[in-house]
């Protein structure tokens, strides 16, 4: 009789709620990482994310987020960047690793947004407007995914 063993984990990265697991098979394992698809994710700013950093390091000293916002507010008079503002959001993550003792198989797809309101200074606005930047990796061809990555379909394979 073969044994099968299975560890899960809920968890949060960059505000977004995640699912994983793992799970041994008598040959091999599998490897599960998603998101649930109804949960709502504002993401988190970037102050916020520095903060968190710097307090995931340890760090008494160092680059704290008002000091950024104090360096980038001395740069330029009419530099109006709101870190607040600038938000990261994971959107979209999947991870799935197959392995049957012999070879392993590994899909993924990631989608990272960059919700950049309060990047361009006011003054300049009506120059240029940077509102989303995307950065997207994958590698998979399931097309439930490929949607969740919301990537145009003449994009997917070009």
Same mark, same amino acid.
């Given at each position: 009789?073969s044994?099968?063993?299975? +560890?899960g984990?809920?968890? $949060? =990265?960059?505000? *977004?709620?995640?699912k994983?697991g793992?799970?041994? =098979?008598d040959? /091999?394992?599998k +490897? =599960?990482?998603?998101?649930?698809? *109804?949960e !709502?994710? %504002? /993401?988190? #700013?970037i102050a916020?994310?520095i903060?968190?950093?710097?307090k995931?390091?340890g $760090?008494?000293?160092g680059l704290? @987020?008002?000091?950024i916002k104090?360096?980038?507010?001395s #740069?330029? %008079?009419?530099?109006?960047?709101?870190?607040? %503002?600038?938000?990261?959001?994971l #959107?979209?993550?999947?991870? $799935?690793?197959?392995?049957?003792g012999t !070879? *392993?198989d590994c899909e993924?797809?990631?989608?990272?947004?960059?919700?950049?309101? /309060?990047?361009?200074?006011?003054?300049?606005k #009506?120059?240029?407007?940077? !509102? =989303?930047? *995307? +950065? @997207?990796?994958?590698?998979? @061809?399931?097309? !439930?995914i490929?949607?969740?990555?919301?990537?145009?379909a003449e994009?997917?394979? @070009?």
């Open positions: 009789m044994v099968n063993m299975l +560890i984990l809920d968890f $949060k =990265l960059l505000g *977004t709620d995640l994983a793992y799970l041994k =098979l040959k /091999g394992f +490897i =599960l990482l998603t998101q649930p698809e *109804t !709502k994710n %504002e /993401g988190i #700013s916020q994310f903060a968190d950093v710097e995931l390091a $760090k008494q000293e704290s @987020a008002d000091d104090n360096k980038i507010k #740069s330029s %008079e009419n530099s109006k960047i709101n870190l607040d %503002e600038i938000k990261i959001k #959107s979209s993550i999947y991870l $799935k690793v197959v392995s049957d !070879k *392993t993924y797809a990631f989608r990272l947004d960059i919700l950049a309101e /309060g990047l361009v200074p006011t003054a300049i #009506s120059i240029i407007d940077v !509102k =989303l930047l *995307t +950065i @997207a990796i994958w590698n998979t @061809a399931n097309d !439930k490929l949607q969740q990555l919301s990537i145009p994009l997917q394979n @070009a």
